[in-house]
């Protein structure tokens, strides 16, 4: 079992829907969750962290945390083309600096 | 643009090659770290630097690698006798030290290093 697992898509969706990226992991004890945006060629670009469990909604991003099912979700409200991406997930665990990535999910905006 | 820099954008090598990639983190930031990327997969953790101070190393650091970051500002990344299974993209990135109370400082990518062995 990979530590942190992402369905790897492509999800498409319409311009102007809601995008649902979903990721688990297997360490129970982590503690802090990102997402990271990565276009093409480019590098990862940090979108959003959360923490403790619940919502955290940053504009048209909602992270979504559920410790005790080892669950993290991105939804992206009236999704854009410029979305169209690939996102990451990523976990850190307790006493480590590093983060562990999943593999990305890649998300196709249809305009 | 204070943002992560790395050095240089793309390097085409022939393998057996020793080749040294360079990143200067975001100018307040003490913890630095490098990934490494291969195509479809989310990066891989290789290195961390708290200061000058090289506190945590993947497995997949082999004795090829080595990484300094002497003054604790810029780091370096050397991989000698180079391997095709070396291309990748090699990021960098660096953050704040933790605040504490559970929190965590994100990390902030550079643009990457691009390796391809011949």
């Known amino acids: 079992q990979k530590e942190v697992e992402q369905n790897s898509g492509p999800l498409s969706v319409p311009e102007g829907a809601i995008a649902s990226l979903n990721c688990t992991y297997s360490d129970r004890v982590s503690q802090s969750f990102f997402w990271y945006r990565q276009y093409s060629g480019k590098s990862p670009e940090l979108i959003m962290s959360?923490?403790?469990?619940g919502d955290k909604e940053d504009g048209r991003f909602t992270a979504q945390l559920n410790k005790a099912s080892q669950y993290v979700s991105l939804l992206i409200r009236d999704s854009q083309p410029s979305d169209s991406a690939t996102y990451l997930c990523?976990?850190?665990?307790?006493?480590?600096?590093?983060?562990?990535f999943g593999s990305g999910t890649r998300l196709q905006v249809q305009p | 643009d204070t943002g992560v820099s790395q050095d240089p954008r793309h390097k085409i090598t022939k393998r057996g090659q020793n080749v040294t990639f360079r990143c200067d983190p975001i100018?307040?930031?003490?913890?630095l770290y490098w990934y490494r990327q291969t195509l479809g997969q989310g990066p891989e953790f290789l290195t961390y630097?708290?200061?000058?101070?090289?506190?945590?190393k993947s497995r997949l650091l082999s004795d090829r690698f080595s990484a300094e970051r002497p003054k604790g500002s810029f780091s370096t990344l050397e991989i000698q006798r180079t391997e095709q299974g070396d291309s990748a993209m090699y990021l960098c990135?660096?953050?704040?030290?933790?605040?504490?109370?559970?929190?965590?400082?994100?990390?902030?990518f550079g643009d990457g290093t691009r390796l391809s062995i011949l």
């Open positions: 990135a660096s953050s704040l030290g933790d605040p504490g109370q559970g929190l965590n400082q994100p990390q902030h």
């Open positions: 100018s307040e930031h003490n913890r």
């Open positions: 990523a976990v850190r665990g307790t006493g480590r600096r590093a983060l562990t």
């Open positions: 959360i923490y403790s469990n």
């Open positions: 630097f708290q200061n000058e101070a090289q506190l945590e």
